[in-house]
């Protein structure tokens, strides 16, 4: 990265990266969900997954530091 930045917490380098949600199938990058979690309902039986219908939405992004491991994380 040539416009690397500098770490919040340690001044070292700061490289570019994303979050992978991962499923039995397929890997995704990973999304911020506005508000709570609310699990999805089913023929009105509720299981472990979360719906996320008609609710904004945006790719996570990080950086990682190269030197701590501190990350930042960006929901753009």
């Known amino acids: 990265m ?3 930045l500098p770490c919040a917490k340690c001044g070292g380098k700061l490289r570019r990266g994303f979050i992978a949600e991962r499923s039995e199938h397929f890997t995704m990058i ?7 979690p609310v699990n999805a ?6 299981g472990t997954n979360v719906d996320v219908r008609n609710r904004n939405q945006f790719p996570v992004r990080s950086l990682r530091c190269d030197q701590c491991g501190f990350l930042e994380l960006y929901a753009i």
């Open 2 to 4: 040539d416009d690397a």
């Open 30 to 36: 990973a999304r911020w969900i506005d508000g709570e």
């Open 41 to 46: 309902e089913l023929f009105g039986i509720k």
